[in-house]
């Protein structure tokens, strides 16, 4: 169980602007209170992703990435939570996509993230590197045929906890001009278009967050002291989304869910579980802003 779930949230992480996702831009807010309990879980979120064309229809995409999490920790605990309640995320990335054959384009990309609570400065042990290679077929519209979308790639994470890449898979497909749906990780859902600006969806959806912990915490289970020194939080849930489109580009989201697993734990410098943070199912609240290129 521990490494399935350590695989997903690994594919939810390196989940990148080729996987399921056209947006250039996008600021949102997160909202997960945890049910029976205190804690609750805020989080701001922002990239910008700039497409920069070449020569034919090739790109070079860079890209910047910040979230800025606020973790209330009240649950009675016998080690010392005070500097679990701040945590920021950093990352920059470097993709390229290139078209190859017609309908054909693969691509690259690479990052380096800084994730941690920040107690001092910058420690190696807060950096991460990622790659990812994927291969995208796209089916245009036609009079007979509707548009689709596969995407299958490649992904390697400094944290994924196994020594080789991983695979990823997501479909798209256009049913009719008002309903359309997607299937992969870390997203699958059905929309229905009630009008070109008002947009419904159904959804299951993984969230998530890592960071460094530095300054270890020491936790003692069954006279045994134990050394945290991450914070990983997987979330999975279900639920209904709304999306209103000022223009083609730009629009405002909003979801509403509640979660399938809820899995916040603290580990060890070898992924190993240490605590487990009040994993009872709750309510999941997110919305923002985002810029679309199609």
């Not at 490494?3 to 080729?18: A, D, E, G, K």
């Not at 070079?60 to 080690?79: H, T, W």
């Not at 289970?221 to 279900?238: C, F, G, I, K, P």
């Not at 809820?262 to 309510?283: A, H």
Request: hydrophobic share 40%; glycine share 4%.
């Amino acid at each position: 169980m521990r490494q399935y779930l350590s695989l997903l949230f690994f594919l939810f992480f390196m989940s990148t602007i080729f996987a399921q996702t056209s947006d250039i831009a996008r600021v949102e807010y997160t909202w997960f209170p945890q049910d029976d309990s205190d804690n609750s879980f805020r989080r701001f979120k922002t990239f910008v992703n700039y497409p920069i064309k070449l020569k034919n229809e090739d790109y070079l995409i860079p890209g910047v990435e910040y979230q800025n999490v606020e973790f209330q920790f009240n649950d009675e605990v016998s080690f010392n939570t005070q500097n679990l309640d701040r945590f920021q995320y950093y990352k920059v990335n470097l993709a390229y996509l290139r078209k190859f054959k017609e309908n054909w384009r693969y691509a690259v990309e690479a990052g380096i993230v800084a994730t941690s609570n920040f107690q001092t400065s910058l420690t190696s042990d807060d950096m991460l590197f990622n790659g990812s290679a994927y291969v995208i077929k796209t089916r245009p519209k036609t009079e007979t045929k509707k548009k689709t979308r596969l995407i299958l790639g490649l992904t390697f994470n400094t944290n994924a906890g196994t020594p080789f890449p991983l695979p990823f898979v997501n479909y798209f497909k256009e049913v009719s001009p008002k309903v359309n749906y997607a299937l992969g990780i870390p997203k699958t859902n059905i929309k229905y278009l009630f009008s070109p600006k008002h947009i419904v969806q159904a959804f299951v959806t993984l969230d998530g967050f890592y960071a460094n912990v530095q300054k270890d915490i020491a936790i003692t289970r069954n006279n045994v002291t134990e050394q945290a020194t991450e914070l990983s939080m997987l979330v999975a849930l279900s639920g209904l989304g709304y999306e209103y489109k000022f223009t083609d580009y730009f629009s405002f989201y909003s979801y509403a869910g509640y979660t399938i697993l809820n899995d916040i734990r603290l580990r060890d410098d070898d992924t190993n579980d240490i605590f487990t943070i009040n994993d009872n199912n709750s309510v999941y609240f997110r919305f923002g802003l985002k810029i679309k290129v199609y």
